[in-house]
């Protein structure tokens, strides 16, 4: 089946030590973006991929960073990770043509949860 | 801007009763609607979605119509059950501008039901 993974589906780290989480779609979108969720909160969108574009949110710390190497793939790169970054980590895709409205159903992963200590 | 207002929960109910939550929003354009759920743990799932007015999306039991007129979108099932237990997110796409497919959620209704 077509799909979103991300791998790991846990992972701590110490507060400090760079951490990178990854996502794979199979689904030959050209969208694909990260999400962090925080306890009890909606999905806060940190940034996307369209196509090779890359599309920051104005208030992601620069801390955050990503990295999409092919459509397959995209990486989310933590480089100092502080402990008010412990949250569940969302990937999604979606396919996107624009002039043709506004049905852009996003498909997520599993989500990364990540325990800052 | 675009926002995405939704009852605040924890709503709590016992199997087999009806389920309501409200969604509003707010939106310049058509935006598209739509309901997420997520299970404890995992990711966010599409339950139902609507992309123009008046349309009604359904899945597993769940409705929701798309109603401009008074810029909501809720949620309705007519009898629960204890599967149904998770955190329901209303979302929809900015309508306007080159972004338009980005999502803005509410802040999530959390579901509990009992047997």
């Not at chain 1, 090779?52 to 990295?67: C, G, I, L, V, W």
Request: net charge neutral; aromatic share 12%; hydrophobic share 30%.
């Amino acid at each position: 089946d077509a799909m979103v993974i991300q791998n790991p589906r846990y992972q701590v780290t110490q507060f400090g030590k760079p951490v990178t989480l990854s996502c794979s779609q199979t689904l030959n979108h050209n969208v694909m973006y990260w999400y962090q969720q925080k306890s009890s909160q909606a999905p806060k969108l940190l940034f996307h991929y369209y196509d090779k574009d890359f599309n920051n949110e104005a208030d992601t710390p620069d801390n955050f960073q990503s990295r999409r190497p092919n459509t397959s793939f995209c990486f989310l790169d933590i480089r100092s990770p502080g402990l008010g970054d412990t949250a569940m980590y969302l990937c999604a895709t979606s396919r996107v043509e624009q002039g043709l409205g506004a049905d852009n159903e996003q498909f997520f992963g599993p989500g990364t949860r990540l325990t800052v200590l | 801007g675009d926002s995405v207002t939704q009852m605040e929960g924890p709503v709590t109910l016992s199997e087999e009763a009806f389920l309501t939550i409200n969604c509003t929003y707010t939106a310049t354009g058509y935006p598209s609607l739509f309901w997420y759920v997520q299970y404890p743990g995992e990711g966010l799932q599409l339950l139902l979605k609507a992309t123009k007015a008046d349309d009604k999306g359904s899945n597993k039991g769940f409705e929701a119509t798309y109603r401009k007129e008074t810029t909501s979108f809720h949620l309705e099932k007519g009898s629960v059950q204890v599967s149904d237990s998770a955190v329901y997110f209303c979302a929809n796409t900015r309508a306007v501008g080159g972004s338009n497919y980005k999502l803005t959620f509410g802040k999530g209704t959390l579901l509990t039901v009992n047997p």
